[in-house]
């Protein structure tokens, strides 16, 4: 396993060590040729001018007396002997052309020194037979000679590529001297940098683990220096952190198993809540269908017979009398208040237990339902769609059924201001659950209202379909009405006991 960036840092530690010692080098090679240079030109100004001095001084007779063959010779010699002069020209007072010699060796650029030709006046006799002082002795002050009038000039071109050539040896020894130490240098550099990159590789390498979440570290702490304070402060937060991720291990795991504790004690109540609503909805439902076979079989049978008692007085007025005309009246009067009470009872009782839901199943139950809605409510149109192959559903799913459709309904006819209900009834997943949609075309609602009709609201109904183990879902917009879905488990051994 190689740690991330080990070759980066490699490079970065090469170009550290290799890069001081190449700069180095190139620094010290052109101070080096700065320096020949400079001395180049010293030596090549001061050669020229003792070059071009020493020709004005001795070329003063030849010039005077015209004699240019031999000062030619005398050139021409010279240039041969050194190297370095590329051309001698002796120049007459008005910078005329006298003597002109120039070197066959191919130079570069020349320099040109100049130096003033003097006709001198001697302190002695040339014609006396006495020989002058200098020959004596020491020169007296009154025999030196004088400076005369300008007679001519010298001009010597110097070219300072035999002196450059001359010193590139010198230059070359001392660059490969230079090289030689910078390459000790690099050689050097470079063991340093393999050793501090083994020290580096080994330090990422923990660094990575510890990065994966592998905090068993082992490094040497008592390397020397900065790396070894480096690798114990790398061994003290690897440790520290094992400890605190243990900690926060055993943490989260208490954490997890109180999590656990809690979720199954919210789903054990609301197993039990689910189940106390659907004890209560059928003990709702069983104490609405005792009501009404109580309005039926002891209310009916009152109705029944004040009805009977009614027609018989009537019976009576009929056969004349002092009250007859009165006694047939109120007879009427009774036999009409017990006719409504009548009707009123048995829409009490379909409204509290439906006989047709048990006589002919949960379609027909819904069916009437929707007929009834037609009838109260003309302004609107109810709709039942029922699947063909429907069958016959009786029991828990059947009434559960019939009263969220009854209350979907009561909410769309009382609330939504809907000109069009439609009930969509249909088997789903395979015939194992029922789908049941209602639909409004009225002004919608927020999914958070609940929305109350006989009692029951958005929360009670979703109660009560999530108590059967059904699923519930409503989908509501301003323009487009409102529509509420139920799924619900049409097995008894699918529904909660």
Known sequence: MKAPFTGRITTQLLIVALAPAMLMFIVVCSLMYAQRLAEVRLDLSSKGQLLAAALGESSQYAVVSGNA???????????????????????????????????????????????AIYGQVLNFDVFSSALPQSALGPPRPEMESQEGPVVGYVQVDMSPEPIIAAKRSAILEIALQALVAAAFSCILGVLLTRRLRNQMYVVMRALHRIQIGKYEVYLPKDAPGDIGRLQATICDIAQALKETTQNLESKVERRTIELEEALAKIRFADNEKRELIARANRQLDDERKRIAAEIHDDFNAVLIAIKMR?????????????????????????????????????????????????????????????????????????????????????????????RLVQESLANASQHAGASQVVVTLELADGGQDIAIVVNDNGHGMQPTISVSGTGLGLAAMRERVEAVGGKMQLTSSLTEGTTLSFVLPLSSRRLPR
């Open 310 to 402: 009614a027609q018989q007085i009537e019976h009576w007025s009929a056969q004349g009398g002092p009250y007859s005309e009165e006694l047939r009246k109120a007879a009427a009067a009774i036999l009409s208040a017990t006719d409504d009470a009548y009707a009123s009872a048995r829409r009490l009782v379909k409204r509290l237990h439906p006989e047709i839901l048990e006589t002919l199943g949960l379609a027909a139950a819904l069916e009437d339902m929707v007929r009834n809605y037609n009838e109260l409510f003309p302004t609107c149109r109810y709709e039942l769609r029922a699947a063909d192959e429907m069958p016959v559903i009786h029991g828990v799913a059947a009434i559960t059924t019939f």
């Open 69 to 115: 063959s031999t000062l030619n010779l005398t050139l021409q010699r010279l240039v041969r002997s050194d190297p370095g002069v590329a051309a001698i020209r002796v120049l007459g007072s008005q910078r005329e052309s006298l003597v002109e010699v120039r070197s066959s060796a191919p130079g570069g650029q020349a320099v040109m020194f100049e130096h």
